[in-house]
């Protein structure tokens, strides 16, 4: 306790109060770790989660989500590829 309030971790806050989902942030990381070639959306390459993340907390709604299901889509179909 700090001053008469409790400290909370980042991880302890409710996923209402955050930009981006838990579950859309943890693949996002997965997505993202050690990646060599990027993941292309909106015309634009995303190396890295930072990127990728900036990027969908710049669009809202709807727009997010395509933004965000492309990056999946991408990843899954690379997946696809390795089998």
């Known amino acids: 306790m700090i001053n008469g309030h409790m400290e909370t971790t980042h991880d302890e806050t409710n996923d209402e109060d955050l930009p981006l989902s838990?579950?859309?942030r943890r693949l996002?990381?997965?997505l993202y770790n050690g990646r060599t070639t990027p993941i292309i959306v909106d015309d634009r390459p995303f190396l890295t989660y930072k990127e990728?993340?900036?990027?969908?907390?710049?669009?809202e709604g709807e727009a997010r989500?395509?933004?965000?299901?492309?990056?999946?889509?991408?990843?899954?179909g690379e997946d696809a590829g390795k089998a």
């Open 22 to 24: 838990r579950p859309q």
């Open 28 to 30: 996002l990381r997965r």
């Open 52 to 59: 990728a993340a900036r990027h969908l907390l710049t669009l």
């Open 65 to 76: 989500d395509l933004s965000y299901a492309q990056m999946k889509a991408f990843a899954a």
